[in-house]
């Protein structure tokens, strides 16, 4: 049974660097065709999407965030990570790991973390 | 364009009919696939690709693609269906992934 568990700080302030890890069991995030990566819901709001990587190493990030997310790969311990630096009160949100599957003409996430609340505030 | 446009808001009559549409140049490349997230959850994918649904999925759920557009009908929607709805898909560029503004679903 693959599952993901996302971590990290409920409390960033803004400026700062926003850190989360997502760590998966049940399934290898090296050894399969498969996207894994991060999405974030601010309360009451829509889905957003931050970026994912393939499993064999291409990074995409949202045009949006671009200059100020990493996405980074720890396959010793089948985990991953999130950084969003200089944050703002307005990137409060839920903040989801998953897993996408993707062919030719479709892409879509079979597989979510629980989400983790990160709140911007001083 | 890398933007997916849904109705804020879908009501339907329990028992009935109700389709949920998503529009964007992206789906003329890209298969739509449909989410519903229930408050406090995760959102859970109910419609992927052509028209397929993950195990689990009851067959009241169905997917549909015509032009810019695409659409998740519930055929037959029930109290549990009330949700929120999201699509997703790649850009037009393929590299990014979108997702729509999310619907509403209301079950009456």
């Known amino acids: 049974q693959l599952r993901l568990q996302e971590s990290g700080p409920g409390l960033v302030k803004p400026s700062e660097t926003l850190s989360l890890t997502c760590t998966v069991s049940?399934?290898?995030?090296?050894?399969?065709?498969?996207?894994w990566g991060w999405i974030r819901q601010p309360p009451g709001k829509g889905l957003e999407w931050i970026g994912s990587f393939f499993y064999i190493g291409n990074t995409y990030y949202n045009p949006s965030l671009k200059s100020r997310v990493t996405i980074s790969v720890d396959r010793s311990e089948n985990r991953f990570s999130l950084k969003l630096t200089s944050v703002t009160a307005a990137e409060t949100a839920v903040y989801y790991c998953?897993?996408?599957?993707?062919?030719?003409?479709?892409?879509?996430?079979?597989?979510w973390g629980q989400g983790t609340l990160v709140t911007v505030s001083s | 364009s890398s933007e997916l446009t849904q109705d804020p808001a879908v009501s339907v009559a329990l028992g009935q009919t109700v389709r949920i549409t998503c529009q964007g140049d992206?789906?003329?490349?890209?298969?739509a696939s449909w989410y519903q997230q229930k408050p406090g959850q995760a959102p859970v994918v109910v419609i992927y690709?052509?028209?397929n649904r993950p195990s689990g999925i009851p067959d009241r759920f169905s997917g549909s693609s015509s032009g810019n557009t695409a659409s998740l009908t519930i055929t037959g929607a029930q109290a549990e269906d009330e949700a929120d709805y999201y699509c997703?898909?790649?850009?037009?560029?393929?590299?990014?992934?979108?997702f729509g503004g999310g619907t509403k679903l209301t079950v009456l």
């Open positions: 997703n898909s790649r850009d037009s560029s393929g590299d990014h992934v979108v």
């Open positions: 998953a897993r996408a599957s993707s062919g030719t003409t479709v892409y879509y996430f079979d597989y």
């Open positions: 049940g399934a290898s995030i090296s050894r399969s065709s498969y996207y």
């Open positions: 690709g052509k028209n």
């Open positions: 992206s789906l003329r490349i890209y298969y």
